[in-house]
């Protein structure tokens, strides 16, 4: 299942920032990143990835720096120290979030107390 961009909406940031966490990625390898580790579910469209990302550097979470490579500039990002502390937060904020919606998924459970 292919999940839309819509449905992505207030996941996005938080997602590239992840993407992020292991090193520096030029943009077109962020995209592919989500792809790949999202087993094809996260397919965006760069018009989807790129905003985002100029969002993100806006906001100081997010560095960008150009390079040449095979006589071709492209842009890599890497997390700043802002990054990494807003990807720390979100990655707790996630599990408490996922914890409770499983909770309240699991028959009864959340009714009965067991």
């Known amino acids: 299942m292919r999940v839309d961009a819509q449905v992505l909406k207030g996941h996005l940031d938080v997602l590239l920032l992840a993407t992020l966490a292991d090193g520096p990625l030029h943009g077109y390898a962020i995209k592919e990143a ?5 087993e094809g579910r996260f397919d965006l469209p760069t018009g989807t990835v790129y905003p985002a990302l100029h969002r993100l550097e806006r906001a100081g979470l997010i560095a960008g720096s150009w ?26 904020n996630w599990r408490e979030f996922a914890q409770a919606v499983t909770t309240m998924l699991e028959p009864n459970k959340w009714l009965t107390g067991t």
Request: without cysteine.
């Open 67 to 92: 390079s040449v490579v095979d006589g071709r500039r492209r842009r890599s990002y890497q997390l700043t120290a802002d990054g990494q502390r807003k990807l720390t937060g979100e990655r707790a």
């Open 34 to 38: 989500l792809r790949e580790g999202s």
